[in-house]
């Protein structure tokens, strides 16, 4: 089996309910063939978020290795971070100088997302995407293009917009799949501890 069948059946089977840090634009159809500056878009708060969601994913290598000595020294290591976590995530998501949106309910997949907007969007649309998902830290910056649009009766928007994802990679896509099969795992435990 060659490996974009592979990709096109994970990016199916991987999708959960989540919330997220989560904002777009649309792309102007002259901007679509142009190189993105991400300099320009992209803030401080985000560039924050990400440099500490890289911190995590280095340091969780090595409190692996300390939890094979010592499960005490890695659970509290693992409590000192948490501490800092919410710490941070307090200073940068409360900060009312801070322009980066609320958090807002998607439907997360490894091939696109779904997420209620007051925009009507049309169906081709192609737009970017700056996504963190604050459990990871995650940050990613993604296209995609309008697939559907439905109206919400029952929900906090007018519209549901569905996006596939266009031009993302496989690290991309291997890193929705991790926090996919995490939150799977953890709503999993949660039911058992219920």
């Given at each position: ?102 958090q807002r309910q998607i439907n997360l997949g ?85």
């Amino acid at each position: 089996m060659n490996s974009s069948v592979q990709t096109d059946e994970r990016r199916q089977y991987y999708r959960i309910d989540d919330s997220a840090i989560f904002s777009y634009h649309v792309i102007k159809k002259e901007l679509e063939n142009k190189p993105v500056d991400d300099s320009k878009k992209i803030s401080t708060a985000f560039e924050m978020i990400e440099l500490f969601g890289q911190m995590n994913q280095q340091m969780s290598v090595a409190l692996g290795r300390i939890s094979d000595h010592s499960a005490d020294i890695a659970t509290y290591l693992k409590g000192l971070d948490n501490k800092v976590e919410l710490l941070a995530q307090m200073y940068l998501f409360k900060d009312s100088g801070s322009d980066l949106e609320p958090q807002r309910q998607i439907n997360l997949g490894a091939g696109g997302l779904a997420f209620g907007s007051d925009e009507k969007l049309k169906q081709g649309t192609l737009i970017a995407m700056d996504m963190i998902l604050s459990t990871d830290l995650l940050c990613l910056h993604l296209t995609g293009r309008v697939i559907q649009v439905s109206s919400e009766k029952n929900g906090d928007f007018p519209y549901r917009i569905s996006i596939g994802f266009v031009d993302i990679s496989d690290v991309e896509v291997d890193q929705i799949i991790k926090h996919i099969m995490r939150l799977q795992s953890e709503q999993l435990r949660a039911k058992r501890e219920s």
